[in-house]
């Protein structure tokens, strides 16, 4: 008979060697990190007995590193302490403003990029800033490490692309290019505490004449995931960014889209405002370009 | 299902208890340890009346297991006080009438808390978000805020009388 | 009653004398009370919104280890057939005893059909899974339309809609009609330069009280239960539990516990009588909490209504004719607050023609429990709108329009009574001379007014007042302290008697301890109860007097009560020094015996309070996101004992309005299941959703309280929803009539009106 059980493994092997040890006995493992998902979960609808498996104390996943190519971040550290990290806020404001979204500052102190990561839900705040990004997931498994973008990670509604015996031990983002800016903006019937209607996470890079020659677009909570939407970057790219070019990214949005309706919004309502948000984040992510170049960054 | 065996420490006092694996740490407080005075108010993260510091930070204990609390510094409602007496903030909470039936009370006093030992000038919007994922039905939170300006004021009062020195 | 009078107390705002406990935790809510041996409660809830119950198999649960006791319908006697249960609340005890447990039919999803006593919390969740339920599953009827519609399935074959001129010859939805009528609507219309009219439709609304219900009931072998919860009004819970367990309220002692709010929703039992049933079959106390979710799904929300509403005037302003259909949502038993909200939806003018319809319908949704002035926000959501309108058609300002009508002293009530002496005028002027009526508004920025109004009650209230031997005072009264009122009788006293605040302390006392008092609730405690404490405490002062006289050896009549103490009159001739409280009182044992003062009254000369609120909204034309800029709430609070928590009141009600205004709704899928049965979906309004809300507390006196109390804790939650929708008018220039104003809706209606 199936019952709870909590496990705190110190390594990444040990915590790889019992995920894949539960898997070959049939026994459900769930990979606990800030549990502000998983333990609502628990309440709700899935209250099936299960291994709970603490990636908290392992040294990988909470290590935050600014290297000089890329970032680092664990898949343990909370967003409260990303958005205490004041480098990592000025290089990546768009991530962490989608961060320091989830929820609300209680769960913060908890949740995770990772784990927002990993619950794939299709309103995941974190999850279009890192596709904007070009982010991709650190994975350990029974083979070692592997690697995989942040936009294929997420597979369907609820679903990731971890085999069994697998987790994600942090997120891998490119040093933003100079002339570059993220930004992700969502929209929420209050100002706090709700769940994605949509969202929108942008990064662009200017050339010296403040033309756009690199853009990554990805919208949320309008599919069943995060998608990418390369058709919004072709009508950024090329331009200074002006009201034509994010009205054409705003109708890419729009099109891109495959809203549901349900208790949060209806399909016309969140294709129409993913758009709007598309157009706004872009003007962020653009001004913010524009002032990296300013000073010089 | 055997149970964990969890050494922690609450309001700087070593604690240890038996809790089932997937038991919140609210549960464990408030049934375990009979430490009520944080409340439940939905189990879902969503009101804040549960609020707690760990190890310093803001936290909803209902979307804490009470296993994960090994070895943490946990803050409620019951450590705010002091011997000298309550807190200022508890005092200025009672001094502005911020509260009416109190039940969300303990919870904003401990955000309160989290939120003044970061931020020394909070503006009133930044007091608002900081302070959103409080839920009060009995306020309209004007009184709230007033309160925490109030505190932060004092605070700012006194750090200034501080760096001047002594008379 | 003069208005020029000083007072020492009443008017300022000092620390609530159970402050402390509950700003360090300690202080016992509904959920904090542990008794030893407790076991768990917990209920099994209809997973269909129409259902007949077949059959109940307990047999499997009832043997599981670690279960005491399983409980259904059967356990209970038959609901009594008669018994109204009064107050705020609507509807009998007898569909109450229903709504708490099932009979032979499941009215809503959530609906309660059986409850188990088990060791834990989760031994009991086991126990209700072992409980086999045989279901007959019936066509849900989910809104308004359908449930009236002939030929609807049906909740009750045997409702047939009362006061009907006659009763009809086939049941229906339909449970009850109500019709106020004045004059001549159609010669009033025909007078009529302008006329608007309008439709609205506002979905259900949860009080969202945070504190969950809960209880302990402990029995013993002889059947004497008592029952710890978080209740408004022990004695009214009291009474219900006794009519629908069939006991005797001797043995029933109700304690109240401190009160995670209520707003109405905690005048009416729920767990209670299961617990007291439950204990009494396993022999030991049993705890009963709600989650969450069941609160929503279980608990009474208001009725979401449909009112369509038709106003004319002249051209200078003047109303004449009105007409109002309305029609509300019961849940699954009658009981809507079709009364209150007939009553008050013209309340605040002067008319001679109108007719106002009023009815309540059936649907499989929870049994709808009073909420903050039941009624009376979703009529005046209608009218206030449909006045905003006519304003805009005379070019007339919105509140000069109001003062045009305003009802006044001598005014009669569309209810009947003439209004004694009220305050709407002096809130309407306040209102126009506000700073915030005329302050500048940003772009995409609309400013809206309502009036609001609620009638207030007395009722029934008890208290005692008992001099300690050192002066100090002690005041035992039976209503549970929901935001405050502990520190404004503690005012009063002080204010009667002379002495201190400082030397004052307020009890709630539990049904055992103290005097009957009905609830707290319909804006009566400050009132009816201050009423009787101030009773009390003159009670005490003649005491003093009689006392003082036996000491100094004079006539009765020769002693003076000043400032908390007895002096000899003018006229005695002798040099006798005052004597204070505590001086009496410790002398107490030698001139009678301790010094207890009481009173118990049905209050009488309650005063409506009237308000006006101002609300600023700025609408985001791309996505229909509605910003509140600022708020004003004025009221007539008679006299504010306790300015602080009056000012309190006014703000709290605020925030409820708006938020019912803006986002809250019951979301039902087409299976009749509540789709947002959460603080996450169902959203209520956080701290960064509102900005500082000013307030403008106005003084009419009401000359019937020894303070000039009016009510004031559900007026403020009256106007809020017609000034929201009254300033989202303004802002985009388009009427959306229904609420809540929503993104959605209000993008809608910008892009139907051509963005």
């Given amino acids: ?297 | 299902m055997s149970k964990i065996q969890v050494v922690t420490s609450i309001n700087h006092e070593e604690v240890e208890f038996l809790c089932e694996p997937q038991e919140t740490l609210l549960n464990v407080l408030r049934e375990t340890l009979g430490r009520t005075g944080t409340k439940e108010g939905c189990a879902t993260g969503d009101c804040g009346a549960c609020s707690v510091l760990v190890d310093d930070r803001l936290v909803c204990a209902c979307l804490m297991l009470a296993a994960e609390a090994g070895g943490c510094e946990i803050t409620t409602i019951e450590g705010i006080a002091s011997e000298e007496g309550l807190d200022p903030i508890q005092q200025k909470f009672l001094e502005h009438a911020a509260l009416q039936c109190g039940i969300c009370t303990p919870g904003l006093i401990i955000a309160t808390k989290s939120l003044l030992d970061r931020h020394a000038d909070p503006d009133e919007t930044t007091i608002r978000y900081w302070l959103a994922g409080n839920l009060c039905r009995c306020t309209g939170y004007d009184k709230i805020i007033r309160a925490v300006q109030d505190v932060a004021r004092d605070r700012a009062r006194d750090r200034a009388r501080d760096l001047a020195g002594p008379a | 009653m003069s208005e020029a009078i000083e007072y020492k107390i009443v008017g300022t705002s000092p620390v609530r004398p159970d402050g402390v406990d509950k700003v360090t935790g300690r202080a016992q809510y509904g959920a904090d009370l542990n008794l030893p041996n407790q076991i768990y409660g917990k209920v099994l809830r209809s997973p269909h919104a129409h259902a007949r119950i077949k059959r109940i198999d307990i047999g499997r649960a009832a043997a599981m280890p670690g279960v005491y006791a399983v409980i259904t319908g059967e356990d209970f006697p038959e609901p009594p057939e008669h018994g109204e249960i009064g107050g705020e609340a609507g509807g009998s005890i007898a569909d109450l005893a229903r709504n708490i447990m099932a009979r032979d039919k499941a009215l809503y999803h959530g609906h309660a059909v059986a409850a188990v006593a088990a060791r834990s919390l989760s031994i009991a969740d086991e126990a209700l899974a072992a409980i086999e339920v045989e279901y007959e599953v019936l066509e849900p009827v989910l809104d308004l339309d359908a449930a009236m519609a002939p030929g609807a399935p049906l909740l009750d074959e045997n409702c047939f809609t009362k006061n009907l001129p006659e009763k009809p010859d086939k049941p229906s939805n339909i449970a009850d009609v109500m019709v106020l009528a004045r004059g001549d609507v159609d010669q009033g219309f025909e007078q009529a330069d302008v006329i608007v009219e309008g439709e609205y439709r506002i979905p259900m609304a949860h009080q969202g009280y945070i504190e969950p219900h809960a209880c302990i009931a402990n029995t013993n072998e002889a059947g004497q239960s008592t029952v710890w919860c978080c209740t408004q009004g022990p004695f009214d819970f009291r009474a219900i539990a006794a009519k629908v367990l069939n006991m005797d309220v001797a043995d029933l002692k109700f304690v109240a516990s401190e009160i995670g709010g209520g707003f109405g929703g905690k005048t009416v039992v729920y767990l209670e009588p299961l617990a007291v049933l439950l204990s009494r079959k396993a022999r030991r106390p049993v705890k009963m909490m709600m989650s969450r979710e069941e609160v929503f799904r279980a608990t009474g929300p208001t009725s979401g209504t449909h009112y369509k509403v038709k106003v004319g005037a002249k051209r200078d302003g003047t109303l004449t004719a009105a007409t109002a259909w309305m029609a509300f949502e019961a849940g699954a038993y009658a009981g809507a607050p079709m009364g209150p909200g007939a009553m008050t939806i013209l309340a605040p003018y002067q008319l001679e023609n109108f007719k106002i319809e009023a009815c309540e319908v059936l649907l499989n949704k929870p049994k709808v429990a009073a909420y903050r002035a039941p009624g009376a926000p979703q009529s005046m959501h209608a009218m206030e709108s449909a006045l905003d309108d006519l304003a805009r058609e005379l070019n007339m300002d919105p509140i000069d329009l109001r003062l045009k009508n305003a009802a006044d002293e001598g005014t009669r009530a569309p209810y009947g009574p003439k209004f004694p002496v009220i305050g709407l005028k002096e809130c309407l002027r306040a209102a126009k001379a506000h700073p915030n009526y005329t302050r500048a508004l940003p772009e995409g920025a609309g400013r809206g007014v309502a009036v609001g109004f609620w009638f207030n009650v007395g009722m029934q209230s008890s208290a005692e007042v008992h001099i300690n031997e050192n002066g100090t005072v002690t005041v035992v009264e039976g209503n549970p302290d929901i935001g405050g009122s502990r520190a404004s009788m503690c005012i009063m006293a002080a204010e009667t008697l002379g002495v201190p605040y400082e030397r004052v302390r307020t009890l709630i006392g539990d049904t055992e301890s103290t005097g009957f008092s009905n609830v707290t609730g319909g804006s009566r405690t400050t009132f009816a109860t201050g009423m009787a404490v101030v009773q009390a405490c003159e009670d005490i002062i003649a005491q003093c007097r009689v006392r003082a006289a036996a000491t100094w050896g004079v006539d009765e009549a020769q002693v003076l009560w000043q400032d908390g103490q007895a002096i000899p009159a003018p006229s005695v001739n002798a040099e006798l020094k005052p004597l204070s409280l505590a001086d009496i009182a410790a002398n107490a044992v030698k001139t009678g015996g301790p010094l207890l003062g009481h009173a118990a009254l049905n209050a009488q000369g309650a005063g409506a309070s009237f308000s006006v609120n101002i609300a600023d909204l700025q609408v985001d034309r791309d996505t229909g996101k509605v910003d509140v800029l600022a708020f004003t709430a004025i009221q007539d609070a008679g006299r504010a004992i306790h300015k602080a928590y009056v000012e309190g009141q006014m703000q709290g009600g605020a925030a409820q309005g708006l938020g019912w205004a803006l986002n809250e709704e019951y979301i039902y899928n087409a299976d009749g299941i509540m789709e947002n049965a959460g603080f996450l979906d169902y959203r209520m309004p956080v701290a960064s959703d509102l900005p500082m809300i000013d307030t403008h507390i106005v003084e009419v006196p009401n000359p019937r309280h020894p303070y000039g109390v009016r009510g004031v804790g559900e007026t403020p939650i009256v106007a809020p929803l017609a000034a929201a929708a009254n300033a989202v008018r303004d802002a985009i220039g388009i009427r959306i009539h229904d609420l809540p104003l929503s993104p959605p809706r209000v993008l809608a209606a910008l892009d139907a009106a051509g963005g």
């Fill in chain 1, 1 to 297: 008979m199936e019952a709870f059980a909590y496990i705190a493994p110190s390594s990444v092997d040990e915590a790889v060697a019992m995920l894949a040890k539960h898997a070959r006995k049939g026994h459900r493992a769930q990979v606990l990190a800030g549990g502000t998902d998983l333990l609502v979960q628990l309440r709700g609808a899935d209250r099936e007995p299960r291994t709970l498996v603490d990636i908290k104390n392992l040294a990988e996943t909470n290590r935050l590193h600014l290297g000089k190519n890329e970032i680092f971040i664990g898949a343990a550290i909370p967003s409260a302490e990303l958005n205490e990290n004041t480098k990592l806020v000025e290089s990546l404001p768009g991530l962490l403003e989608a961060a320091d979204l989830i929820g609300s500052t209680q769960v913060q102190g908890r949740a995770t990029l990772g784990g927002n990561l990993c619950n794939a839900s299709p309103a995941g705040d974190t999850i279009p800033a890192m596709i904007a990004l070009g982010a991709s997931c650190v994975i350990a498994g029974g083979k070692g490490q592997r690697e995989m973008p942040v936009e294929e990670f997420v597979v369907g509604v609820g679903r990731n692309a971890l085999k069994a015996g697998e987790f994600l031990v942090g997120l891998k983002i490119p040093n933003p290019k100079s002339r570059s800016a993220d930004a992700y903006l969502r929209f929420i019937p209050r100002t706090e505490m709700d769940i994605a209607v949509a969202g929108c996470g942008v990064s662009v890079t200017l050339d010296a004449e403040g033309q756009c020659k690199g853009a990554r677009v990805a919208i949320g909570a309008v599919a069943p995931t995060a998608i990418l939407v390369p058709a919004a970057a072709k009508a950024l790219i090329g331009t200074p960014l002006d009201d034509a070019a994010l009205t054409a990214a705003a109708a890419a949005c729009s099109e891109a889209a495959s809203p549901i309706t349900d208790k949060r919004g209806t399909i016309d309502y969140r294709r129409k405002v993913v758009g709007v948000l598309c157009r706004r984040a872009t003007a962020i992510a653009r001004d913010r370009a524009l002032a990296r170049q300013a000073t010089g960054e």
